[in-house]
Every structure is written in C-alpha cells, then in structure tokens.
C-alpha cells in the first residue's frame, strides 16, 4: 500500500529508493538540504553529473546517479522562488512534486523522500508548501493506483514535523 509520512531526519540519512534535492535551475550545489546531499552524495562527481546536464526549469525534475548517497538515483526538482503568490508559484511547486513522483517511478523506485520544496532559502511560506506538496503526492498516488510508492518527507525541526502532519492529517480526513 501506498503511504505518505513525514520524520524528523536529516534526508541524507533516509532509506529510499530516490532522495529527492531542493536544487536551482542550473543544478548547482548550494547551501542547505541541497549542500547536504552534494556532500553526502560526492560533490565532485555529483557537480559533474549536474553540469553535463546543465539546466532544469522551475518546476521540473531530473535525475542524477547518487554515488555514495545509496539510493537508486538523487532526483533534482527546482521549485519557485516565492514571490507573493502572484507568479504561478503554487502550480511551479505542485509540478515539481508531480516531476519528482513520475522520474520516481519511470526508475521504478517505491520510495521516494522529499525535503520541503521551496520553503527554505526561496522563502515559499510553510504552510501553503505543505499543502501544495502533500496535496500533490495523494494526486499522484490516485492517478497511480497500481503502483506503491512511499513517499516520506524528510524535515528538521520538531516545528516543521508538527506542521506537516498536521496538514497530512486534515487533508487525509477531508
């Protein structure tokens, strides 16, 4: 059965098939969960996978080995930079997911985890990127019943899990 959960942990460190990067456009390393699993994966190697592929639009996905991560593959979906909501931010962001999820299983990955996209240094607010993304993997999950996936979120602080599944419980009791 397909599931949908959200832990405190540092995503590096969880077992699943695809370990999704909050990259940018270009698929250069940054900072944050984006560093991290540069870091984890082998920056070196994973900076050259990134540059023969060089670019990815806001609100795509694309996938990369993951060297040392472990994982089947690291997949790179770019998420909006906030802007106020008056952009498209909300469909560039429910895209993302949507990207990450169909990569996933075209690698025939049955899990999948996720940091929340866009909600850290692109400033989109927590709130609407939890609904936006939780909203969006249960679309996916239920255009794609034949197939399993888990899909974990991984976040980390007791702030942030309290929020997501806050939100994953009233969305699942709608």
Not at 49 to 72: E, M, N, Q, R, Y
Not at 147 to 168: C, H, N, P, S, W
Request: proline share 2%; charged share 20%; net charge negative.
């Amino acid at each position: 059965m397909s599931t949908i959960r959200i832990i405190k942990s540092d995503i590096t460190k969880v077992k699943a098939d695809a370990v999704v990067n909050a990259a940018n456009e270009y698929l250069a390393a940054g900072g944050g969960v984006c560093g991290a699993i540069f870091e984890a994966a082998g920056h070196e190697e994973l900076e050259r996978a990134c540059s023969k592929i060089g670019h990815c639009d806001t609100g795509s996905a694309v996938a990369t080995p993951s060297f040392k991560l472990g994982s089947k593959c690291i997949i790179h979906a770019v998420g909006p930079r906030w802007s106020g909501g008056r952009y498209g931010e909300a469909d560039e962001l429910r895209s993302a997911y949507l990207s990450s999820l169909t990569l996933a299983m075209e690698h025939n990955c049955t899990s999948i985890a996720f940091p929340l996209i866009s909600a850290g240094i692109f400033g989109y607010p927590e709130e609407e990127a939890w609904e936006i993304a939780i909203n969006a993997c249960r679309a996916f999950l239920g255009a794609h019943t034949d197939y399993q996936m888990d899909i974990i979120f991984a976040v980390r602080t007791d702030e942030k899990l309290e929020m997501g599944k806050r939100i994953l419980n009233h969305i699942t009791q709608e």
